[in-house]
Every structure is written in C-alpha cells, then in structure tokens.
Antibody, heavy 123, light 107 residues
C-alpha cells in the first residue's frame, strides 16, 4: 500500500525558514518523480515544486522560485521541501504527491497524496 | 502557462441526479495531461481521471471524463451521497496548473 506521510509544518514568522519532510513507502521511491502541492485555507490547489526520481532535475512554480528548494534522499525514501524567506501568502497545507507516469508521455497526474502538513506564516 | 477555468462554481443537486462539470483551458491543451481530482473536507485530493478520460484505479464507472482541445468535462452519471465534494481539473502546459474547483453540494 502506498503511503505518504508529511511532517514539519509549524507556525513561523515572516522571513523565517522551515523544512518539510514526506516519508514514502509501498512503492519504489527512487523510480518516481514527486511533487509538492499546497492549498491555502479555503482556497484551491497550487503546484509548488517537482523533482525527478534521481533528484537531478528540479522544477518550481514562479511564486516560490529562489525561496524554496526541493530535494530527496532515496536511501531514506524521503522527500523534502526547504522553505526560506517565508511570506504570509505561503500559509497553506502542503501535500506531497507521487507522480503517475505513463510511457512515453511521462507524468500525467498525481496518483497518491499525503494527508498534508500545515504551514502558518504569521507574526 | 495554461489557465483552467471551471464552471459552475457550485452545483446544487440531489442524490441520483447527473452532474456535469466543465473545465475550459485558456489555450489548446493536450488530453494526455488533463486530470480530475475529488477533494472532501479535511482530506487530500483523490485522483479520479487522467488522460482526460481514463479512470484511476478503483474509481467507479459512474465517473466519466471527456473532451479535447480547450473544453473538458467530468460527468457523474448518478450522484451517490459520497460524491458530494469539490472537484478540480489539472493540466500540464510547461508547469502544472489547477482549476479553481467546482463544489457539488446537496440540494
């Protein structure tokens, strides 16, 4: 059974930093690209960042580029999101998601999601 | 970046009725990368449809996805009590984007 368990969410002051983790199990972690998706309170979904299975390729939404860093430790089956220079508008539930890949198209959707971890940026 | 616009914002229906949800893209989008998700309060999104029309594992056949180009549709043939939720479409056009969601509520 695929499981994704996020942790690390907290209350942080504007300008602060935080690292989120996502522990994966039930599938071959190193073979799968992963993403972070966030949802502000009462709002819709926003894709934040993605990383290839090897970790060699990373991608970011413009809203977080230069402030957030995605990484992974395949030996620990864990995905990370290092967040810095946090702003009030970064307040959201952050989900990690496993990307569904189909040959030859590549990633076509996100087929498994964690339960989310809440990040609140406020003074 | 492709902008996805979902309509209506809210759909008020009774169990057993048919629900038709629309997702319009700001430019022609590949059906391969069009997906639909269901989200219930306090829960993570659940993948329903990918490739515009392929049901994900375990999704009942009352959920049907269709469309191409700029217009995509999610149809729920007969609403069950557990289908009342928010539905999002998603597309890849250089980056992943989501529509703003359609809430299906009990009338």
């Amino acid at each position: 059974e695929v499981q994704l368990v996020e942790s690390g969410g907290d209350l942080v002051q504007p300008g602060g930093s935080l690292r989120l983790s996502c522990a994966a199990s039930g599938f071959t972690f190193s073979s799968n690209p992963m993403s972070w998706v966030r949802q502000a309170p009462g709002k819709g979904l926003e894709w934040v960042s993605a990383i290839s299975g090897s970790g060699d390729n990373t991608y970011y939404a413009d809203s977080v580029k230069g402030r957030f860093t995605i990484s992974r430790d395949n030996s620990k089956s864990t995905l990370y999101l290092q967040m810095s220079s946090l702003r009030a508008e970064d307040t959201a539930v952050y989900y990690c998601a496993k990307e569904k890949r189909i040959t030859p198209a590549g990633t076509v959707a996100f087929d498994y999601w964690g339960q989310g971890t809440l990040v609140t940026v406020s003074s | 970046e492709i902008v996805l616009t979902q309509s209506p914002g809210t759909l008020s229906l009774s169990p057993g009725e048919r629900a038709t949800l629309s997702c319009r893209a700001s430019q022609s989008a590949s059906s391969t990368y069009l997906a639909w998700y269901q989200q219930k309060p306090g829960q993570a999104p659940r993948l329903l449809i990918y490739g515009a029309s392929t049901r994900a594992t375990g999704i009942p056949d009352r959920f049907r996805g269709s469309g191409s180009g700029t217009d995509f549709t999610l149809t729920i043939s007969r609403l069950e009590p557990e289908d009342f939720a928010v539905y999002y479409c998603q597309q890849y056009g250089g980056s992943w984007t989501f529509g703003q969601g359609t809430k299906v509520e009990v009338k």
